[in-house]
């Protein structure tokens, strides 16, 4: 702020609203005493009726000029009965939206806008799932940071991210907008998106114009949904829910997160939404939070077909006793609390304690001082899509692909290609979808401003003569366009084949039985083959794919998900060896539909595999292990493991130990390794996974370089729930493993003695 005029206004604004906040001044809920204070007195003024509307949250569905999803819409902003707005975004929109609740609310309390800001908002990032790959938390936080700084110039003030629920089935379309199946690696990136979104690394506090308050979601596993059918019912053992499902929440909100999506699975018989074993014993009890839980959508309405109450009375009365605050799109609260209020089924400390967790939030962000801060709109041109944040949605693509494969051809990997090759074959019914590259859940992103790939082909290989055919549609069964295709490969020196799902295909209410190609792809690459040339398979894809015949049959693979605004310019720098791919999968790709869940911390049961007895745990039809391990990811050049040993062989229960390992390039180029760290309790008093993750490195290795990596285990990292669900660290062997993936490790033991 360099305007002496605007600097004293702001400051005297502070010192009038008590907002300047001193660290002697924090109180034990980490928040602020003076904010506190103002809480409280706003509080007291206030009706049961405006109690009510600061715990409504609706949606705007982009028109405030009528009545839209309800009628009496607008009046209902204009008399306090709405205390958030989502859907709405633009600094002209949502300061059009915000004059109507100052200017004609009593006590002038002003919105809170919202939005579903998952991978972007204008620039687009790649589907987190895709992201996580890069196994980069710092660019984990810069993507969430620019994604942030959009959404604010926009009028937002709340992001619905980061989506943190673990997925073990790829059926599950939401498989996407998570960052995979691990729990530390998904607790990692979890707390970077929090600290990107909230501008945490960069010190800033809620009330800075450019920061988004994160929403913690789906609370609590809903990314168990029996078979991968998006809504469906969950159902686990309390070991598995605290040690693998809420790690990443929990992580979100050390953090830093203060608001809670809760989800609309049941969880163990009780739905999320009226859980209180969840919002209230663990969320507050055990983990402190002191932020506001908002539902998802309808989810309190949802708990009477769930069967659990018989109407919509019960319903607010089981979400907000549970411990939900605000009500998504639902109208419950709205209709039926001050009902359940005057008949004594919910208390109005109840209701104020939800009010204050609201309240406590708008004073933190700012909005009393500034509801309309976020509504300069010649600010918010100039801080959307600038060249800085297409050069990290582009940094952000590339670190996200996954080279899955690359097999050599008379002696030279197929990958990247030759710079002096003449004529490339562009085909397949992604390689000139731009909508396609931003994947699901893109905000308010435009698919024109993507890069295709055929785009970023055209721009790298200029001399190159390139000929692209589509070959075939996504998901229907038509050959027609096959012999086109078929031409254009016969003609090139390599065939590029970008197969896989539209973006539809996965994000909510996008589950599939069948993870395979869609539609005649499938036949189309075989087709390609018998052609003899070279193919590269480029896949683009929200979910693990099943892909046993490509995987067996193709040389070359490159998993390149839905990778955002700049998608078709990472992939041609990959292609080209222009970037070294580094990506690692955060997921498991199985060989089958049928071995799902596959996971790599699954346990070692009574039976482990022995392909020579057919009683132990394997199937007669397939092989137990994945197509692609968690942790798999090739580079063009290689990384060989040395000399993996221990500080010392032995620690006691409440030591930690480090572990190093040397790690060298040795290849001819440089490249990126992401060294993983695994842990196997060999005997416990529960059984262990055969494999955990404790940690990871990125590291860059010039040719023939070598580093010492070094990672520290702690009594943290040893500890499970025993049978009594008490953390412990119990004494016995720890096999150690370290390696460029889940399945490709080095070993070596560590004595635990008590
Ligand atoms: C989704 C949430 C999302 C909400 C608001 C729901 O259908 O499950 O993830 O935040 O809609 O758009």
Redesign the pocket.
């Given at each position: 702020m360099r305007h002496p005029i605007l600097l004293l206004a702001f400051l005297s604004a502070m010192l009038l609203f008590g907002a300047c906040s001193s660290p002697e001044k924090r109180s034990t809920t980490g928040t602020n005493d003076a904010i506190e204070q103002r809480v409280d007195s706003l509080l007291a003024l206030m009706t049961l009726e405006e109690k009510i509307g600061q715990l409504t949250l609706y949606s705007s569905d982009f028109d405030v000029t009528g009545p839209t999803m309800r009628s009496g819409y607008l009046d209902d902003v204009k008399s306090g009965k709405v205390g958030a707005i989502?859907n709405a975004f633009t600094a002209a929109f949502t300061t059009k939206i915000q004059k109507l609740a100052i200017e004609n609310t009593r006590l002038k309390i002003p919105l809170l806008f919202g939005y579903?800001v998952i991978h972007g908002f204008k620039t687009a990032f790649p589907v987190p799932l895709g992201e996580a790959a890069s196994w980069d938390t710092a660019l984990c936080a810069r993507s969430a940071r620019v994604a942030a700084v959009e959404a604010a110039a926009a009028g937002l003030h709340w992001t619905?991210a980061p989506?943190v629920d673990i997925a073990r089935d790829p059926r599950w379309g939401r498989i996407t907008e998570g960052a995979g199946e691990d729990p530390h690696l998904g607790s990692a990136i979890a707390a970077a998106r929090v600290r990107g979104f909230q501008g945490i690394n960069e010190g800033k506090t809620l009330a800075a114009n450019d920061v988004v308050l994160a929403c913690v979601?789906?609370f609590a596993a809903y990314g168990a949904a029996e078979a991968g059918r998006d809504y469906n019912t969950t159902d686990m053992s309390d070991r598995v829910l605290r040690e693998i499902y809420l790690p990443p929440y929990k992580a979100a909100i050390d953090a830093g997160a203060l608001s809670v999506?809760s989800a609309?699975n049941e969880l163990n018989g009780v739905p999320a939404t009226g859980n209180q074993y969840l919002l209230t014993d663990i969320l507050r009890n055990e983990w402190k939070f002191k932020g506001f839980v908002v539902t998802?959508?309808t989810s309190i309405n949802e708990m009477i077909p769930h069967n659990v109450v018989a109407d919509s009375a019960e319903a607010g009365e089981l979400a907000i006793n549970a411990g939900v605050d605000m009500d998504?799109q639902g109208g419950i609260f709205q209709f039926q609390l001050a009902k359940l209020v005057k008949q004594g089924r919910v208390s109005e400390s109840t209701i104020n304690e939800a009010v204050r967790r609201v309240l406590r939030l708008k004073f933190m962000l700012g909005l009393f001082e500034a509801p309309y801060g976020r509504s300069d709109t010649t600010r918010e041109r100039e801080r959307t899509m600038t060249p800085e944040h297409l050069e990290v949605s582009l940094d952000a693509a590339r670190k996200s692909i996954v080279l899955l494969k690359n097999d050599s051809l008379k002696g030279n990997a197929i990958l990247p290609l030759a710079s002096t090759i003449k004529t490339i074959a562009i085909v397949g019914p992604l390689a000139d979808s731009k909508r396609d590259m931003l994947g699901a859940w893109a905000g308010a992103c435009d698919g024109n401003k993507c890069i295709s790939l055929l785009e970023g082909m055209k721009k790298r290989f200029p001399q190159a003569n390139i000929l692209y055919a589509k070959g075939c549609n996504i998901n229907d069964d038509s050959t027609n366009a096959f012999n086109a295709a078929l031409q254009a490969a016969s003609k090139a020196d390599v065939v590029i084949a970008a197969l896989g799902e539209t973006s539809e295909m996965s994000g909510?209410a996008a589950s599939r039985s069948n993870i395979g190609i869609p539609g005649v792809q499938e036949d189309l690459l075989k087709k390609l083959a018998t052609t003899g040339k070279p193919v590269v398979l480029v896949l683009m894809n929200g979910r693990p794919l099943a892909i046993p015949w490509a995987a067996q049959n193709i040389p070359a693979i490159v998993e390149a998900w839905f990778l955002g605004t700049r998608a078709g310019d990472a992939i041609a720098e990959v292609l080209a060896g222009d970037y070294n791919p580094s990506g690692k999968l955060p997921v498991t790709f199985p060989r089958s539909v049928g071995q799902i869940p596959l996971y790599y911390n699954h346990k070692n049961t009574g039976r482990p595999i022995n392909p020579k007895d057919k009683y132990t745990s394997k199937y007669l039809d397939i092989q137990n292990t994945p197509q692609f391990a968690f942790g798999h990811g090739l580079s063009y050049t290689t990384f060989a493991y040395s000399a993996l040993r221990l500080e010392k062989s032995s620690i006691k229960t409440s030591e930690q130990v480090r572990v190093s390992i040397d790690v060298q390039n040795t290849g001819t180029r440089e490249g990126v390794e992401t060294a993983q760290f695994y842990i196997r309790d060999l005997v416990a008093s529960v059984p262990r996974p055969v494999q955990e993750l404790r940690g990871f490195q990125k590291v860059v290795l010039k040719a023939g370089e070598t580093k010492t990596l070094t990672f520290t285990l702690t009594p943290e990292d040893l500890m499970f729930y025993n049978r009594q669900m008490k953390r412990v660290v119990e004494p016995g062997d720890i096999k150690i493993m370290v390696g460029g993936s889940s399945d490709n490790t080095l070993t070596t033991t560590l004595k635990v003695t008590q």
């Open positions: 989502f579903d619905f989506m979601k789906h999506m609309f998802d959508y998504m909510e």
